[in-house]
């Protein structure tokens, strides 16, 4: 099965939410092959070769990372995508812990308050999250699924005559195997 949608009537970089026919390259008797809703952003991107990239590249790999500073300033909404590619670019070259130590630092400088800190959604917190989605996700998985596994069986409801303390109790211990289980798969901590 499959399905066409003509790309010039997208907009690039808005977002579709509709339903599309399905169609089938044989016949299919008497059976409708149904629709597919489908949600999607379009973007065009032009792809050369690698070399054209370069002199770019080194540029946005300066250990100052003034070119990151400037596209960050004019990235506008798309600063999930730029994190996106400057994650990819860094994590290529083994670059990225200078990329991620930077952005932070710099914001950590800038901030007056603790409280506030990486509250907003700025290009450093982006490439935090993506970088640790990248990087943690597998690790996350192994350590902590049985555990998450226990609770989602035991529903956190409480029924009117059900004890406070019990409940309690149980998630503390859950907890506390949670941080028990990372420490205890460190050997798979992503660096």
Request: aromatic residues 6%; proline residues 3%.
């Amino acid at each position: 099965l499959f399905m066409r949608c003509q790309l010039s009537r997208l907009q690039k970089g808005h977002a579709t939410d509709e339903w599309f026919q399905l169609s089938s390259h044989v016949p299919l008797k008497g059976i409708e092959p149904g629709s597919l809703r489908v949600r999607a952003r379009y973007s065009m991107e032009k792809i050369m070769p690698e070399e054209e990239y370069s002199e770019f590249k080194e540029l946005v790999l300066q250990k100052e990372l003034h070119v990151v500073y400037a596209l960050s300033h004019v990235c506008g909404q798309d600063r999930t995508l730029l994190a996106g590619i400057l994650l990819k670019i860094f994590l290529h070259e083994k670059l990225e812990s200078l990329l991620l130590r930077t952005l932070n630092d710099r914001e950590i400088s800038m901030e007056d308050e603790a409280t506030t800190l990486f509250r907003a959604t700025t290009l450093a917190s982006t490439l935090m999250e993506q970088y640790m989605k990248a990087t943690a996700t597998r690790f996350v998985h192994h350590a902590l699924k049985d555990s998450i596994l226990k609770i989602m069986l035991n529903p956190s409801k409480l029924e009117k005559n059900e004890d406070v303390n019990t409940n309690l109790a149980h998630l503390l211990s859950i907890l506390s195997e949670l941080v028990e289980k990372i420490f205890m798969a460190a050997e798979i901590l992503p660096p």
